[in-house]
């Protein structure tokens, strides 16, 4: 099985994959959406992309590839983020890592680095790759990437112990499953009124299901215009979820709503 995720490798991504890679195949792409084009396209069985981080919120990226091109969510893997600082020595004036990185450790930036130059690159492993080649970067990715050359100069700069990330593992949509603990949806009401937004929870709520995660996105069609991801606590398989479902379709019959599908979460500790 062939699994692609963010390169180069060691980043988070890359971690998280070899989760679920079980000896397959590990291969890279600079982007999420090149990610998602690879397994929507049949390129690829698998690909890993970071969905959420516990401290900087969804990964905007990936919802709208998730939207824009048909794939089924099979497998979440939920890892804890250790960011250390990894340099060839104390004396640089950059630090360079991915946007997420660097947002999640900006107290400790700011504190310790406040002339250094911040450097968002595509990736935590290009960073620290470029803190190898160049003396006069730092780089911030797990310790463990602390090798060839790098030495650890802080570890746990996060800004939270509890720092994680939700990755999601998606295939092709016919692979799509009914059965896990947790759904995906992206709904596309193609409307907007006052209550919306109510008149779409509505159906969990009168179910008792829980809405784990909501979140808004521009559609792209229109100023003002948008879709919803939703993450709700129950498999496909459950008739409570097939009737809020069943419902939020006939709310949103202008759009649609598209059914990712349901998985079960793995916890990684490493």
């Not at 700011?110 to 790759?129: F, H, I, M, N």
């Amino acid at each position: 099985m062939a699994i692609v995720t963010l390169g180069p490798e060691g980043t988070y991504s890359h971690r998280a994959a070899r989760a679920i890679a079980h000896g397959d195949e590990i291969t890279f792409r600079q982007s999420v959406t090149a990610i998602v084009e690879a397994v929507s396209g049949g390129e690829c069985d698998r690909g890993v992309v970071p969905i959420e981080n516990s401290i900087e919120g969804s990964v905007t990226e990936t919802l709208d590839a998730l939207a824009d091109h048909d794939v089924a969510v099979v497998r979440e893997v939920v890892t804890p983020i250790r960011h250390a600082l990894l340099a060839q020595g104390e004396s640089f004036d950059t630090i360079a890592s991915h946007s997420q990185a660097l947002a999640q450790c900006r107290p400790y930036l700011e504190r310790e680095y406040p002339d250094a130059t911040l450097e968002a690159v595509a990736s935590t492993a290009q960073g620290v790759e470029f803190a190898r080649e160049d003396p006069q970067v730092a780089g911030i990715g797990h310790p463990a990437n602390a090798e060839n050359g790098l030495e650890v100069l802080a570890e746990d700069i996060q800004e939270q112990d509890s720092n994680a990330t939700r990755f999601f593992a998606i295939a092709p949509a016919d692979q799509r499953s009914d059965g896990g603990g947790k759904t995906t949806l992206v709904v596309y009401p193609n409307t907007n009124y006052p209550g919306l937004l109510l008149e779409l929870l509505e159906p969990f709520a009168d179910r008792d299901v829980n809405l784990s995660r909501v979140e808004s996105r521009p559609s792209g069609r229109r100023l003002g215009d948008y879709m919803f991801h939703v993450d709700v606590e129950a498999g496909l398989y459950e008739s409570r979820t097939q009737e809020a479902i069943e419902e939020l379709e006939a709310l949103a019959e202008d759009g649609w709503v598209r059914r990712l599908g349901s998985y079960d979460t793995e916890h990684v500790v490493e």
